[in-house]
C-alpha cells in the first residue's frame, strides 16, 4: 500500500512537471526557467565543490564562455546551438584543465583554489565588458522571429522550459552515476582527506 502511494506521488509530481507550463503565466514560466537552470548550475557545481570538496567561484567563467561561444557560432556563422554548446563545452573544460593544472601541479587548495578561481573568473567579466566582438557590457542579442528547434529559438517561452527541463535531468542522471561509481568515490575521498586519499593510490 505505501508503495502504491509512493508510486501515485512520484507519477503526479512528474505530470505537474511536464504540465506547469500549461498552467502558469508567461512571467512564472520565465521564473520555473530560472529555477531550473540554477537547479542544473547547482548539480554542475557540486561534482567539484561538494564531492570533491574544492570551492570555486570559476563556474560563472565556464558558463559564460560556453554560452558566448555558442551564442557567437549562431550569430557570426548560423551554427546550430547544439553544435556550438559542444564546442562552447570543450573550450570550457579546456580553460578548466589549465586553470585546473596551474592550481593543483603547485598544490594550490582551499581558501587560495577558490582566490585562483575568483581571479580568473574577474579577468575574464573586464575582458568581456570591454570588448566589442563579444558585445561589450551590452552583451548578445539573438532574434526570434519563429519557432526553430535546430536553432533553439522559440516564441513561445514555455519550449525553453522543456529544454531547460531535459539538461537537469541529464546533471541528474550525471550525479547520480557519479554517487554508485569508482571515480564518485574517488572524488569523495580526495574531499574528507586528500593525503590519506593519495596513500590509498587516488592520483589527486
Keep these: 500500500m505505501k508503495t502504491t502511494r509512493n508510486w501515485f506521488v512520484v507519477l503526479a509530481g512528474i505530470a505537474l512537471i511536464i504540465g506547469l507550463p500549461k498552467i502558469l503565466p508567461e512571467h512564472s ?19 567539484l565543490g561538494g564531492f570533491t570538496g574544492q570551492l570555486s ?3 560563472a567563467l565556464f558558463m559564460g564562455v ?14 546550430s546551438p547544439w553544435i556550438g554548446m559542444i564546442a562552447g563545452g570543450i573550450l570550457s573544460a579546456l580553460l578548466g584543465l589549465f586553470i585546473g593544472y596551474l592550481s593543483f601541479r603547485y598544490r594550490i587548495r582551499g581558501t587560495y583554489f577558490a582566490l585562483v578561481t575568483l581571479a580568473f573568473t574577474e579577468v575574464a567579466r573586464i575582458i568581456a565588458l570591454n570588448t566589442e566582438a563579444v558585445g561589450g557590457a551590452m552583451g548578445l542579442y539573438i532574434p526570434i522571429q519563429s519557432n526553430d528547434l535546430w536553432q533553439i529559438k522559440f516564441v513561445d517561452k514555455s ?19 557519479l554517487e554508485r561509481s569508482v571515480t564518485g568515490h574517488k572524488l569523495i575521498a ?7 586519499a593519495q596513500a590509498l593510490g587516488v592520483s589527486l
Design 190 to 196: 580526495i574531499r574528507e582527506n586528500e593525503d590519506a
Design 57 to 59: 567561484f570559476g563556474h
Design 66 to 79: 560556453g554560452a558566448y561561444t555558442s551564442t557567437l557560432l549562431l550569430l557570426r556563422f548560423g551554427i
Design 29 to 47: 514560466i520565465h521564473v520555473a526557467i530560472q529555477i531550473l537552470l540554477f537547479a542544473y548550475l547547482s548539480l554542475c557545481w557540486n561534482i
Design 159 to 177: 519550449q525553453y522550459y522543456y529544454v531547460m527541463l531535459a539538461f537537469l535531468l541529464v546533471a541528474m542522471g550525471v550525479t547520480a552515476w
